[in-house]
């Protein structure tokens, strides 16, 4: 069965400082990645999304960048962190055909 | 453009009671349409979806979902509410041309009294 890793769980850093995030998929092949942010526990941010290796498309301008070095990692990543980037951010995976998403547990970033 | 309207934030029902969340969405043409539920600080899991056929879909944990096309609503329902069911529910869709970008509601908290 497929599984999909976040980490870390939370994280609490200073303002300028870099950010990764890290997320991967186990059990399948050339999934669609995702992310999420969910900002006050209410609705979700599709932030960026890749169908392969090295193709990464973004929905929100931002502060934010992501890659996909692996065909099941997907990274999303700052170099200077904002305090409106905390939130909680959500990896997600998809197969082909009906594209059910499946999310991650999640990661809680505090940015102080 | 697809979106999806959750017109209620809170929902509270007492155990044993029906559960009704409500949800409207918007697309062009047909619609993909799925229910996601969220625990506290835990990702988003897939409760059911509506592709195409019977209106009336079944999912996890004894919840079903009516989609309605001439009334663009597509209502999660459980027939008798457990404690357990209080969480953060979402509502998406997706056009079926569209085939990797969801568009997710705001979210309705279920709070299930005992």
């Known amino acids: 069965s497929q599984t999909i890793h976040q980490w870390p769980a939370t994280l609490v850093q200073p303002v300028g400082s870099p950010l990764s995030l890290e997320c991967t998929v186990e059990?399948?092949?050339?999934?669609?990645l995702y992310w999420y942010r969910q900002a006050a526990g209410r609705g979700l941010q599709l932030l960026f999304y890749?169908?392969?290796?090295?193709?990464i498309s973004s929905e929100v301008p931002q502060n934010l960048s992501a890659s996909r070095p692996q065909d099941r990692q997907f990274i999303l990543s700052s170099k200077k962190l904002l305090l409106s980037d905390s939130g909680f951010y959500l990896c997600?995976?998809?197969?082909?055909?009906?594209?059910?998403?499946?999310f991650g547990a999640g990661t809680r970033l505090s940015v102080l | 453009a697809q979106s999806v309207a959750q017109p209620e934030d809170q929902v509270n029902v007492a155990e044993g009671n029906p559960l009704t969340v409500k949800c409207t969405y918007s697309?062009?043409?047909?619609?993909?349409l799925f229910w996601y539920v969220q625990y506290p600080n835990r990702g988003l899991q897939f409760l059911l979806k509506?592709?195409?056929?019977?209106?009336l879909v079944k999912g996890s944990y004894g919840f079903e979902a009516e989609f309605n096309k001439s009334q663009t609503s597509f209502h999660l329902k459980k027939p008798s509410a457990l404690v357990s069911d209080s969480a953060l529910y979402f509502c998406?869709?997706?056009?079926?041309?569209?085939?990797?970008?969801?568009?997710f509601g705001a979210g309705t908290t279920v709070t299930v009294r005992a």
């Open positions: 890749s169908v392969g290796i090295g193709q």
């Open positions: 998406a869709v997706r056009e079926r041309s569209n085939d990797y970008k969801l568009s």
């Open positions: 509506y592709i195409t056929g019977d209106n």
């Open positions: 059990g399948t092949s050339n999934p669609n």
């Open positions: 997600a995976w998809s197969g082909t055909g009906l594209n059910i998403q499946y």
């Open positions: 697309v062009s043409g047909n619609p993909y």
